[in-house]
């Protein structure tokens, strides 16, 4: 059986194209959507719609060139005082990690209309990171994936902010990905993990994963009962 691509997660847009699902994503997630420690109140909106206009609604590419100090610096700009210290590292990181999170959101809900149970993970080409690597072509079930992240997108800001900053320090740690490597079983991601909201992409702060759409006879022909728990 071929299999079904829907472009997902990274899309390599044009500016002045609007991602239509990152929008609607947006709107849902706004309200408790956690960006950085010390970007709270008028400040974390600012920023919100910094990235709303530049990033989701022009459709600027995260990857590849990536943003140029100019983006960096108009962020600084827009948000004011808050960041206006914050190297150039950090300024990309609140970037990248917001934007592929409001993209991933979105598709991953317009794969559960579109009644998908399965998503691939594709890591992003050049130097990944072990988890990356660890998960790179791997399946998980979209209707986990869904709840996990309409799960956190209800959480407070800054209990959203303390769970995200937790599963990304868990999963970098040499002894997580090994018991992930281990517990993948035919490339399927075991349920249990995916529901605590790890191996969800972004996994990492510059993460350039991305997630497709399959059909479920290209997955479900390895799932055994281990890849459900």
């Not at 914050?86 to 959101?105: G, H, K, P, W």
């Not at 191996?199 to 009962?225: N, Q």
Request: charge should be neutral; aromatic fraction near 8%.
């Amino acid at each position: 059986m071929s299999e079904i691509v829907v472009r997902v997660s990274q899309p390599r847009l044009q500016d002045e194209v609007v991602d239509t699902r990152a929008h609607r994503a947006l709107v849902t997630l706004r309200p408790n959507f956690y960006l950085n420690g010390r970007l709270t109140g008028d400040a974390r909106e600012r920023a919100i719609d910094f990235l709303e206009r530049e990033y989701i609604d022009k459709g600027r590419a995260l990857f590849g060139r990536g943003p140029s100090p100019e983006m960096l610096n108009d962020l600084r700009k827009a948000v004011g005082g808050t960041i206006a210290n914050f190297s150039d590292e950090e300024v990309l990181r609140i970037i990248c990690f917001a934007t592929q999170r409001v993209r991933t959101f979105g598709n991953v809900m317009q794969l559960r209309q579109g009644r998908y149970k399965w998503a691939k993970i594709v890591s992003h080409r050049g130097p990944a990171r072990p988890i990356c690597n660890a998960l790179n072509e791997t399946f998980f079930r979209v209707r986990v994936a869904a709840e996990v992240l309409e799960e956190i997108a209800a959480l407070p800001v800054a209990d959203q902010g303390y769970f995200i900053r937790q599963i990304i320090e868990i999963g970098q740690t040499e002894d997580f990905v090994q018991s992930l490597r281990l517990s993948i079983d035919n490339r399927i991601v075991p349920e249990s993990f995916t529901e605590k909201g790890f191996c969800i992409p972004p996994l990492h702060e510059l993460c350039g994963c991305r997630i497709e759409g399959v059909d479920k006879e290209e997955v479900e022909g390895r799932v055994s009962a281990n890849s459900l728990f």
